[in-house]
């Protein structure tokens, strides 16, 4: 009865010469994401992050150092000690500004200490050649614009080598507020400005670091909640697609079942013995296929010799290599046509998978056989989508290969 019951899926789950494809109906089921896209998500979203908070840093500095800076500059370049010293640092700083900008934007790694050094050593000059009158107006333009070229020069880095480079900056202009004589006043005017220099550069590189942060976790997590979305529709559009086989074995079953109830098919014809065998092997495979082991082609075919030994077949399995993670509709169009075949075997059988990285060859010999009762597949070569079927007889033996390449 088992053999009766198994026969419910001959015209469901594989070709025969006469029936129809079956799995063409079926819908693949659908994959998740690949691993690789779900960490290229996040990292994508904070590489967007990051760069607009580096067009947004330079674009701060450029402007401060042209818009502010360079009209103060030019305004009171009489009143300097040494002006050429301090439009020559200017350009030097605007020249390596820009140098700096673009490497940035293009996602270059910037030499920190070279231009850090370069920067500190225009910052000592400029505040040696204002003068004492223009020390804290407008025209001396490293209070205002070189914290936001440290910024530049520390981008991606740890937020402790710009809050080294500005507590150098201020004792720098320390010395120089010393140096010029001081009162009162300029101690407070001096603690302002080093409060604006250190606040404002600092609070746009934690900033930007947050946010880029922020952002990585929460496309992060968009992207595993996706992913397992994804698993699931595949998941429940798996099961969908397996009640239906199911349905139809089923319907498939009852149809046998009536028939020999009624007398209308007989147990000793060959061709009802064949449907019972070949179906009670599609059966056992589409269970099997189901199954969580290593090597799930192998199984599924494996679980088919079996029940060909089981009904009096001697048959080898022979395998070389190990199959590929294969999708289930692959597996079913590799090892379907061959189990029908099994199925009709009389004698012996010899199966063999051969399995390469990207390549599965699995290949059905039998003895042939003449008769009614002898049925099979036309010769030739036949596609079934990704999967090559080729069928050969000469009279001595029955050849089938079906082959998948990725």
Known sequence: MSADLGASTDRT??????????????????????????LAAPAAVAHASDRGARIVSVAIALAWHVAIGLPAVLGARADFAAPAVVLGGW???????????????????????????????VDAAVFAAVGERQLFAAANWVWSTLGWFFLLAMWGRRVTGLVALLTTHALIALVAVLGHG??????ARYAMYVYGTFSL??????????????????????????????????????????RNRLALVGAAAGRVLGELADGQADPDDPEVQRRCVLAAARLRRLIAESDDVPDPLLHELRAAADLAERNGLPIDLVTIGNPPPLPVEIRRRLADP?????????????????????EVVVSLVTPDRDGPEATGPPPGEHDDGPVRHLYERDGDIRWAQTRWRR
Do not use: C, K, N
């Not at 006469?18 to 994401?33: E, F, H, I, L």
């Open 13 to 38: 789950t594989a070709p025969r010469a006469t029936d129809p494809q079956p799995g063409r109906a079926s819908v693949p089921a659908p994959r998740g994401p690949a691993p690789t896209a779900v």
């Open 91 to 121: 350009l030097l700083v605007a020249v390596a500004g820009v140098v700096a900008g673009m490497r940035l934007l293009r996602g270059a790694q910037l030499p920190p200490w070279p231009l850090a050094g370069l920067l500190l050593a």
């Open 182 to 187: 001081h009162e009162p006043a300029d101690l």
């Open 201 to 242: 550069p600092v609070a746009v590189f934690v900033g930007g670091v947050t946010i880029v942060g922020l952002a990585r976790e929460r496309a992060a997590s968009a992207a595993a909640m996706h992913a397992m979305a994804a698993e699931r529709d595949a998941a429940e559009q798996g099961l969908r697609e397996r």
């Open 338 to 358: 061959l189990t029908g075949i099994l199925a009709d075997a009389r004698g012996w059988a010899r199966l063999t998978v051969v399995s390469g990285r990207d």
